[in-house]
């Protein structure tokens, strides 16, 4: 029987009879972290780390049926050892490994090898078959040292101020916003957050986390309370009648895709700051090469650019949905 299974429902283990970030209901989901892009609503249970756990169920529902580990621990489905490892790409991620028979299979999730200081850093796991994303699978996508970044953002808003303007920061609710809040340095200013980004922030405060303090953008606000601040906000915020009383504001967005001149994520921002949560080229391929594997999966990304660099460097490579 083999240890893995690629279905247009998601990547299937059929001696543990369990799916990886399945796409549509299953009796059982292995879930790798919380983005919704691989915890889908719908499924009958949900295992994930204990990290991951809460705000799992924040974003699914208290009703959901969860079980979850600690990091390295291991149950036994059907014969199948199931454990996660660090993927260090947001707060509570993790790598899937699964053992059978003196079979191992790694299955990522996303990662990125950088440590953001928030989550748990990755982990190199040795095994047979690897399953990795390729987000950024291109060689022009090398990120800059992290600490460049963070320096940036905190003179960018220091200036915005001097000019009078407030600060409006776009990341995504769940990862990035947090890694973003947890390197601004408070003392510049006061610090807003919009609520489906504060939420989560006191999620992971309340499991121990320390993050800058933050205030929820709400309707008694006003223009006087907005003066010199920054305010982290989901690109999809940047509308309604909250805007009107900030105004001036400056907006800046923190992706791996604003590396390019045409980034996909806000593209209409007037700055861009080089901030991935997933492993860059070189990130990727060092990866790869630690896993020690006989067997790469390529899949989510440039899949097709990767298949053939890893081929023609020797690796075995299949390219998976």
């Known amino acids: 029987m083999a240890l893995l299974e690629f279905r247009p429902v998601g990547i299937y283990c059929p001696p543990a009879d369990v799916y990886i970030d399945p796409t549509r209901k299953v009796s059982r989901a292995v879930i790798t972290h919380g983005h919704s892009?691989?915890?889908?609503?719908?499924?009958?249970?949900?295992?994930?780390?204990?990290?991951?756990?809460?705000?799992?169920?924040?974003?699914?529902?208290?009703?959901?049926?969860?079980q979850s580990l600690t990091y390295g621990q291991t149950i036994d489905l059907n014969g199948v050892k199931l454990s996660f490892h660090p993927a260090g790409h947001i707060l509570g991620s993790a790598q899937v490994r699964l053992e059978y028979r003196g079979e191992v299979a790694v299955i990522t999730g996303d990662y990125k090898l950088d440590d953001d200081g928030l989550s748990t850093p990755f982990e190199p796991l040795a095994c047979q078959h690897f399953v990795t994303e390729t987000t950024f699978a291109l060689p022009l996508y090398h990120w800059p040292p992290q600490t460049e970044v963070y320096a940036a953002i905190n003179d960018w808003w220091r200036r915005n101020q001097e000019m009078g303007k407030v600060s409006i920061l776009m990341g995504y609710s769940l990862g990035k916003s947090q890694r973003i809040l947890k390197?601004?340095?408070?003392?510049?200013?006061?610090?807003?957050?919009?609520?489906?980004?504060?939420?989560?922030?006191?999620?992971?405060?309340?499991?121990?986390?320390?993050?800058?303090?933050?205030?929820?953008?709400?309707?008694?606000?006003?223009?006087?309370?907005?003066?010199?601040?920054?305010?982290?906000?989901?690109?999809?915020?940047?509308?309604?009648?909250?805007?009107?009383?900030?105004?001036?504001?400056?907006?800046?967005?923190?992706?791996?895709?604003?590396?390019?001149?045409?980034?996909?994520?806000?593209?209409?921002?007037?700055?861009?700051?080089?901030?991935?949560?997933?492993?860059?080229?070189?990130?990727?391929?060092?990866?790869?090469?630690?896993?020690?594997?006989?067997?790469?999966?390529?899949?989510?990304?440039?899949?097709?650019?990767?298949?053939?660099?890893?081929?023609?460097?020797?690796?075995q490579v299949s390219s998976v949905a």
């Not at 295992?47 to 756990?53: H, V, Y």
């Not at 800058?212 to 305010?231: T, V």
């Open 37 to 66: 892009d691989h915890a889908r609503r719908g499924m009958d249970a949900y295992l994930c780390t204990d990290l991951a756990e809460p705000t799992l169920r924040h974003r699914l529902g208290p009703k959901v049926r969860t």
């Open 183 to 315: 390197h601004l340095v408070a003392d510049i200013g006061p610090i807003f957050c919009h609520p489906s980004i504060e939420a989560v922030n006191e999620i992971v405060r309340q499991q121990g986390f320390e993050l800058p303090p933050s205030r929820p953008l709400e309707p008694q606000l006003q223009r006087e309370d907005f003066h010199g601040a920054m305010i982290i906000a989901p690109p999809g915020a940047l509308r309604g009648e909250w805007l009107d009383r900030i105004e001036p504001f400056t907006t800046g967005a923190c992706s791996g895709w604003s590396l390019t001149r045409q980034p996909k994520f806000a593209p209409k921002a007037d700055r861009h700051f080089v901030l991935s949560d997933h492993a860059d080229w070189a990130g990727l391929n060092r990866a790869v090469q630690l896993t020690g594997a006989e067997h790469i999966y390529v899949t989510h990304g440039f899949t097709e650019v990767f298949h053939r660099w890893l081929e023609g460097r020797g690796h």
